[in-house]
């Protein structure tokens, strides 16, 4: 199994660019989630996903969206990038607590934007 | 959305010793989850507490769940340089209703000199 991956690794913008990020997993996880990772703040959630065709607002939600229209995948997007969206960007995954597993999120390796 | 206290966030150690961090918050948990994530990789989760009290080990780490509810501990014995990383704590709440939404630590550095 490859887990979560990412894609792109690496995505240099320039400020109002529009770009879309996608995030696959095969561990037919029902949840999927996206954070941001900047430094000394640790991760925020941006948004996540239930379920197929569902999501839902985390922590830090404006500037971006987000789709869920497969179970094993989830976009989010990036509409009009600004510099301050410059960040690292990581997908996790979980199974639903309803399933009977817990709270184990499971992370892709990363994308690194930059928005100049 | 609130943040766990994480402490410390860096430690410069030298090869052999042990190191421990920990995690509080003011609000109740139900889970705590440590993960580690290396240079320019995601974060992999190394030890998952689901009773208050509970106490586990995954090699040369050990974690705590506190009694509490509100504190969690993790602690790496005779550490190795590729022990090198940024721990993060993390933890869904007792209050949460959303799915398995966490709430992150904001990471302790950890340095190890050989």
């Known amino acids: 199994n490859a887990g979560v991956t990412q894609t792109p690794k690496f995505r240099v913008l320039k400020t109002g660019q529009s770009m879309t990020l996608l995030c696959a997993q095969d561990?037919?996880?029902?949840?999927m989630y996206w954070y941001r990772q900047d430094p000394g703040m640790g991760l925020r959630l941006i948004h996540y996903?239930?379920?197929?065709?569902?999501?839902a607002k985390g922590e830090v939600p404006d500037g971006y969206n987000v789709s869920r229209l497969k179970k094993q995948n989830f976009l989010l997007g990036l509409e009009s990038a600004a510099p301050s969206q410059t960040s690292v960007y990581f997908c996790?995954?979980?199974?639903?607590?309803?399933?009977?597993?817990?709270?184990?999120?499971?992370f892709g390796p990363g994308t690194r934007l930059t928005v100049t | 959305g609130q943040q766990l206290n994480q402490s410390p966030q860096s430690m410069f150690i030298q090869e052999g010793e042990d190191v421990s961090m920990n995690c509080t918050s003011s609000?109740?948990?139900?889970?705590w989850l440590w993960y580690k994530q290396d240079p320019g990789e995601g974060p992999v989760l190394l030890i998952a507490?689901?009773?208050?009290?509970e106490l586990t080990s995954n090699g040369r780490l050990t974690a705590q769940f506190g009694i509490t509810r509100k504190d969690s501990f993790l602690n790496i014995s005779a550490s190795i340089p590729s022990d090198v990383g940024i721990y993060f704590c993390?933890?869904?709440?007792?209050?949460?209703?959303?799915?398995?939404?966490?709430?992150f630590g904001e990471g302790t550095q950890l340095t190890v000199n050989p």
């Open positions: 996790a995954s979980s199974y639903s607590i309803h399933s009977g597993g817990l709270y184990e999120q499971y």
């Open positions: 507490l689901y009773k208050a009290g």
């Open positions: 993390a933890g869904q709440q007792a209050r949460e209703t959303s799915g398995s939404r966490l709430t």
């Open positions: 609000s109740i948990f139900n889970t």
């Open positions: 996903s239930v379920g197929e065709g569902t999501t």
């Open positions: 561990m037919n996880h029902e949840y």
